[in-house]
């Protein structure tokens, strides 16, 4: 009898202890299982020290909540980008890029721990400390002048040529690099074929003096002597800044020390400048792009010193447009070019709506040349160059002249093809006929002559016929080859000939 009571107080016991169980178990659950969101939140910086022993900072702002987070990474001061496809794993915050880099943080004390992954096969790791959210505002907006033309300088009247560190050594570029390719450009004959600046790209600057004045950093000692070697061997040298505060590389860029910078320029004997977007594009809208522009075209105009003015903002805002106005000597009219078909292509043969506006003193740049960097094949680079010298394009030379195969000095220092790069009339190229796998440009040069380019866009060689009515000339033609270095004869009404994959026939016509 004794018993029910007994089992009856048993089952309200246990009864009780579930219910009470049921409720803690997943504050339980919890506390072991601590959320990961909660460890991230907030502003970190990341300092990584790059070549020239220049401070790279980047910013990760993140918010977090149960288990889930989002936000975005501030790279080089010059970009913001939102996280894409935020998770966690495990304990790591994992997500992705618009540029080409990932990253996995994870908390480490009072730190975060960071791997950042570039592509498939390298990393990095590094460490983010917490800061207040304000370190990551872009520096204060400065009033932009009203617009206004500046006055041509006079200079490049037919495309700027020379070479260009970016291509080849991107952030290796050094003092030891710019001297051994002034070296080349000349010892190679490709001086004498006309490539005559040696432009130094991102990654020289080395902040700023006591007195605001940009110094380079460790791996460019002295850049006057630097521009006196160049000068020396009969060559000029260009230099790179960005109307932001930093370049696209994280170095020092011009923001509100425009005219100091040209005079510095001037005074170290600058002949060049090429002047990217980059960080502008946190300070400044699309609609400032010009004023932005016109601020250090009308400091180079009163440097004291001839400077050839090259804009690079990748095409925004139709820069073709008003660039001139802004003093400019040439600007980019795409992103940047990579070395392969696809890239070169898909930009070289864009390029039909910029071509009224370009001219003497005053020209459209595809991106700077890839030649010989080792991702096309030669028929390819010749394609390359031909549409460039069609283009009426800048012909920037970026690759490792020291280290080039007979073919890519073949290919940059030909001289009939240069020519019709340099025809002083100045008139970009447009193509006149277009299909699936031939597409064929004509370019009108001073006294009368045409340029034609048959491009073969296919992996086969195909047999094209140049039927005269397509490219508007009339009576009997005499046609050279500008790669065989031939005339093939006169030719009446048309004209025909066969061409390699990717490959390209480059042909000079006279009555
Ligand atoms: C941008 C430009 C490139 C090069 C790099 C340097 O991407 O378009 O041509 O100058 O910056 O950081």
């Given amino acids: 009898m004794a018993m029910i009571p007994t089992v009856h107080a048993l089952n309200k016991y246990l009864k009780k202890r579930i219910f009470v169980l049921s ?24 300092d990584i020290v790059q070549r020239g022993n220049v401070k790279l900072s980047t910013y990760f702002i993140i918010h977090a909540d149960s288990g889930k987070f989002s936000g975005s990474v501030i790279i080089n001061g010059a970009v913001e980008l939102r996280f894409r496809n935020p998770h966690f794993e495990g304990n790591e915050a994992v997500f992705g890029t618009t540029w080409n880099r990932d990253y996995r943080l994870r908390r480490d004390g009072e730190k975060l721990h960071v791997t950042i992954v570039y592509g498939v096969n390298s990393s990095e790791q590094a460490y983010a400390t917490a800061v207040p959210e304000a370190e990551t505002k872009a520096p204060p907006f400065i009033q932009l002048p009203p617009l206004a033309v500046v006055p041509a300088n006079g200079l490049a009247k037919t495309p700027p040529m020379g070479w260009n560190s970016w291509n080849h050594f991107g952030g290796n570029v050094d003092d030891a690099v710019v001297r051994a390719a002034a070296d080349r450009l000349v010892s190679s004959g490709l001086a004498a074929a006309g490539y005559h600046y040696i432009n130094i790209d991102d990654c020289w600057e080395g902040g700023r003096d006591a007195n605001g004045n940009i110094v380079s950093n460790q791996k460019f000692p002295n850049m006057k002597a630097l521009a006196d070697y160049v000068h020396a061997r009969g060559l000029k040298l260009g230099i790179y800044s960005s109307p932001g505060p930093l370049t696209c590389g994280g170095y020092t860029g011009s923001y509100d020390h425009e005219e100091q910078d040209a005079k510095t320029y001037a005074s170290w004997g600058v ?98 040349l890839e030649v010989g960097n080792g991702g096309m094949s030669n028929a390819e680079y010749r394609t390359h160059f031909s549409l460039w010298c069609m283009l009426a394009a800048p012909l920037m030379a970026g690759n490792d002249l020291g280290k080039m195969s007979g073919e890519t000095l073949e290919i940059l220092s030909n001289k009939e093809a240069i020519a019709i790069d340099q025809d002083p009339l100045g008139q970009q190229g447009v193509p006149v006929m277009k299909n699936d796998s031939i597409q064929i440009w004509v370019r009108l040069l001073k006294h009368g002559a045409r340029a034609v380019a048959i491009f073969n866009t296919t992996k086969v060689v195909k047999t094209v016929v140049l039927d005269f009515l397509t490219i508007n000339v009339k009576g009997k033609q005499k046609i050279r080859d500008l790669w065989l270095h031939q005339n093939l004869g006169k030719f009446n009404v048309r004209f025909k000939t066969s061409v390699g994959p990717h490959c390209v026939a480059l042909l000079k016509l006279t009555r």
């Avoid at 009163?302 to 400077?307: E, F, M, N, S, V």
């Avoid at 600007?331 to 001219?359: C, H, L, Y």
């Fill in 271 to 368: 002949d060049y400048l090429k002047y990217d977007w980059c960080s502008a594009e946190r300070i400044y809208t699309n609609d400032q792009l010009q004023a932005a522009y016109q601020k250090m075209g009308s400091a180079l105009a009163h440097c004291g010193r001839p400077i050839v003015y090259s804009l690079c903002e990748y095409g925004m805002a139709d820069v073709w447009q008003w660039g001139a106005a802004a003093g400019a000597n040439l600007w980019r009219t795409t992103g940047d070019i990579k070395d392969n078909w696809e890239s070169m292509s898909a930009i070289g043969f864009n390029q039909v709506k910029t071509a009224p506006f370009s001219g003497p003193g005053h020209w459209n740049d595809p991106d700077m």
């Fill in 23 to 46: 409720f803690l178990f997943p504050l339980i659950a919890v506390a072991f299982k601590a959320d990961p969101s909660t460890d991230i939140s907030g502003t970190w910086r990341m």
